[in-house]
């Protein structure tokens, strides 16, 4: 008590989200506001553990104020029966008691107006407009989930159906960042109002006590010290409390404009691009141009951290393509897969290609990953974010592949006062690991050639290739073919591996399935440009 002065902070700690973040809502987003949920049901426990105590505390002071009455007039008889001095002892004594009691039943009606009534009006008003808010956010998901599935499973060719989603996910998304926001901003708007209620609750509460207690108590003055610095420490809280609300509000308006004109040009993006609205086109670029000239918009160019929701294919063998939707983002070479009843899946990029061809997947907006364990078909929401996605995701491959090339020859290289021979060539890869690969099956000639003992290889796609053919394939690009010497690179234990699972007669199987006997007649008179055309 003897810290407490003006400067009291009474604000209560971060909730550690942002209003960005409830625009987004990411799976990081939904599974914090979960904490905070879970929280705002403790607190909603607590607070009415307390109601119930004070409720029980009137009921066992009501007890207390008959046993004393009873005692009262037990010691009246008693007053009646004795003589001076102890009737005057007992008179005195009974009416300071009497008196007592009378001021503990002022008390309990007072306590009872300034905290039990008070509390259980906060617990069913301010309690029951978070819950409402809650209510109005879970089912706006359920309708925006609802909505993007609608949309996703529109054929690519239903203009007249991709149009009527698109503009029914735009409002589902629009309906639902708005009550996220709102949402948030009732949550920090009530745990910081819970706090400031329950410090003025007890600062009347203390002046109940005062008036309870100053008979005979000297702590009266200490104490009605403590409720005036209180109260002034109060008065400020409030007014940093209301700043902080109308600073919150003026956040959330922002953020909450610039979102929806952001959603509202990608919408219009969608419309103007991907689908034949026929006279509507010239209206809708016209406004496409008054949405781009804000400052605030992005640029059309993929920024260096895009993130968003994506579907991803996953092709089963019995019942086809099962569609899943993640929160994607490119981190470290990675691409991260989140979803909040999937968890995390994390995709290494230096051995995966991209592609835009959707392999007869009847979507919109489809593109194509291989990857060394399985094939993935990813969905975007309109063609311009599938190749902002697909020209993101090319530039991370070829900077994975130059940060390894860089990290290679800083481990190679020798130190400058070290004389470097020219006539031989030290081997990165041992024999052992070398002639293992060649025993592997198709190994021992080219892929593309009849060449024995090739000593290059194609790390993403897994076959052994001669030095001419490593030429022609470095000339595909890396995004096709990521090129390696096995005497002259440094390879990682994932690459080794890439190369042991896969081999030149498992690649060729699936890569010329339907050659037959002409493949074989064909090897034969591969050169350098037929290989290139090949």
């Given at each position: ?7 009291w ?5 971060d ?8 625009l987004e809502?990411?799976?990081?987003f939904?599974?914090a506001?979960?904490?905070i949920?879970r929280?705002l ?22 007890a ?13 008889q ?14 005195t ?8 009691h ?5 008390h309990?009606e ?6 039990v ?6 617990m ?14 879970h ?7 609802k ?5 996703a ?13 698109s ?10 960042t708005?009550?996220a ?7 920090k708007t ?12 007890l600062?009347e509460l ?9 008979l005979g108590?000297?702590?009266a003055i200490?104490?009605e ?13 409030k ?7 109308s ?6 308006r ?11 040009m ?5 419309q ?10 010239t ?5 496409l141009k ?28 019995l019942?086809?393509?099962?569609w ?14 989140q979803?909040?009843e ?19 997947v ?6 194509t990953m291989?990857?060394?364990s ?10 311009q974010?599938?190749?902002?996605w ?19 020859f800083?481990?190679t ?5 070290k ?19 060649h025993?592997?099956p ?5 892929a593309?050639?009849?060449?024995r ?31 390696r010497?096995l ?7 994932e ?23 002409k493949?074989?007649?064909y ?8 290989t290139?055309?090949w």
């Amino acid at each position: 008590s003897s810290g407490i002065n003006a400067e009291w902070p009474l604000r209560p700690g971060d909730m550690g989200l942002s209003f960005e973040e409830s625009l987004e809502n990411s799976p990081q987003f939904r599974h914090a506001l979960g904490n905070i949920e879970r929280e705002l049901v403790q607190t909603e426990g607590q607070l009415d553990n307390l109601l119930n105590l004070f409720l029980q505390r009137e009921e066992q002071f009501k007890a207390l104020q008959q046993t004393n009455e009873l005692i009262n007039k037990q010691l009246e008889q008693f007053m009646v029966q004795s003589e001076e001095p102890l009737r005057t002892s007992l008179k005195t004594y009974t009416n300071a008691m009497q008196h007592w009691h009378e001021s503990g039943d002022r008390h309990l009606e007072q306590v009872h107006m300034v905290l039990v009534e008070p509390l259980a009006d906060f617990m069913q008003t301010d309690f029951k407009k978070v819950e409402i808010r809650k209510q109005q956010y879970h089912l706006a998901l359920i309708e925006q989930q609802k909505s993007c599935e609608e949309y996703a499973s529109c054929k690519a060719e239903d203009l007249s159906r991709l149009h009527a989603t698109s503009n029914n996910l735009f409002n589902a998304n629009y309906n639902l960042t708005r009550l996220a926001a709102r949402y948030l901003l009732n949550l920090k708007t009530f745990f910081k109002k819970k706090d400031i209620f329950l410090t003025s609750q007890l600062s009347e509460l203390i002046t109940t006590y005062l008036t309870h207690h100053q008979l005979g108590s000297n702590i009266a003055i200490e104490v009605e010290s403590h409720r005036d610095k209180l109260t002034t420490a109060l008065v400020g809280a409030k007014a940093r409390v209301d700043q902080e609300a109308s600073e919150l509000r003026e956040e959330l308006r922002k953020k909450v404009a610039r979102h929806e004109r952001i959603q509202t040009m990608k919408l219009l993006n969608l419309q103007l691009y991907d689908l034949n609205l026929g006279d509507e086109a010239t209206k809708t670029a016209a406004k496409l141009k008054e949405f781009t000239n804000v400052e605030e918009i992005a640029p059309s160019a993929p920024p260096p951290q895009m993130k968003g929701y994506l579907w991803v294919g996953e092709k089963s063998p019995l019942l086809g393509y099962s569609w899943i939707r993640y929160w994607c983002f490119i981190k470290d070479s990675l691409l991260f897969l989140q979803s909040v009843e999937k968890g995390e899946h994390k995709v290494k990029l230096s051995l995966c290609q991209v592609k835009s061809d959707s392999l007869n997947v009847n979507r919109a907006f489809c593109f194509t990953m291989y990857t060394p364990s399985k094939l993935l078909i990813l969905q975007a929401e309109s063609s311009q974010e599938k190749e902002a996605w697909m020209m993101l995701i090319h530039k991370s491959i070829a900077n994975a592949i130059s940060q390894h090339t860089e990290n290679q020859f800083r481990t190679t290289r020798h130190n400058d006062n070290k004389t470097v021979s020219n006539t031989k060539t030290e081997l990165m890869l041992p024999l052992s690991v070398l002639k293992d690969l060649h025993e592997i099956p198709g190994n021992m000639t080219c892929a593309d050639c009849v060449k024995r003992k090739p000593t290059w290889a194609s790390l993403n796609l897994g076959v052994l290739i001669c030095i001419e053919c490593s030429g022609v394939h470095r000339g595909l690009g890396v995004h096709f073919s990521q090129v390696r010497s096995l005497t002259l690179d440094a390879l990682s234990d994932e690459q080794l591996n890439m190369l042991r699972d896969v081999g030149n007669e498992t690649a060729n199987k699936v890569y010329e399935s339907e050659l037959g006997e002409k493949r074989k007649k064909y090897r034969l008179r591969l050169c350098v440009d037929t290989t290139a055309s090949w």
